[in-house]
């Protein structure tokens, strides 16, 4: 499937962990998640909790973009 999900201000990404623990009970392969899950978060330290928390779930997760 094509569907992204797209949060914006994604803070210590909380909703995209239970994004991604939804989808992943519904059938979806963690590689297909790490393509489709993609977050922005402008503090550097939320964004990184973000990637840790949903490491948990998908493996090394890199698509939490924070400011550059």
Not at 3 to 28: I, T, W, Y
């Amino acid at each position: 499937s094509a569907d992204k999900v797209l949060e914006p201000s994604c803070g210590d990404g909380v909703f995209l962990e239970e994004a991604a623990k939804r989808l992943l009970a519904l059938g979806a392969k963690p590689s297909h998640l790490k393509a489709s899950l993609q977050a922005v978060e402008l503090i550097d330290a939320e964004a990184e909790t973000a990637k840790s928390r949903l490491s948990k779930h998908l493996g090394k997760y890199e698509c939490v973009f924070a400011r550059q």
